[in-house]
């Protein structure tokens, strides 16, 4: 199984928060910074105000599919943080992709759509 590209250390996501831009929708936050790098990475935070551990999870496991499906019509060399709100907490996975494509659109980090198939 292939590793997932993900932001794990708690000094990466500060750097991200403060140099970082936001957006936000009704569902979810998300931080994008320039890295250079030749891939993206993404961190997922979930704060316990959301539920319990099962609910959190599911959240992470949501937003890292929309991410994998979703990578190759990102640009390369981002980190992404994904912030979940409260009222991400019983959506389903369509909602939750919509969410997150409509984020990237406003970072503008969305690469050709065409390639998606």
């Known amino acids: 199984m292939k590793r997932f590209n993900s932001l794990k250390k708690n000094r990466d996501f500060q750097e991200i928060y403060r140099k970082g831009k936001s957006y936000a929708n009704r569902y979810l936050v998300m931080y994008v910074m320039d890295t250079g790098r030749h891939d993206t990475r993404i961190g997922i935070s979930v704060s316990k105000k959301i539920g319990n551990s099962v609910v959190r999870h599911r959240f992470v496991r949501l937003v890292r599919e929309c991410f994998r499906l979703n990578q190759d019509i990102l640009e390369d060399g981002k980190d992404i943080i994904v912030?979940?709100?409260?009222?991400?907490?019983?959506?389903?996975?369509?909602?939750?992709?919509?969410?997150?494509?409509?984020?990237?659109?406003?970072?503008?980090?969305l690469g050709n759509r065409s390639e998606r198939v």
């Open 83 to 109: 912030v979940a709100r409260a009222a991400a907490r019983d959506k389903k996975f369509d909602e939750m992709e919509g969410a997150f494509l409509h984020l990237c659109g406003l970072h503008n980090i």
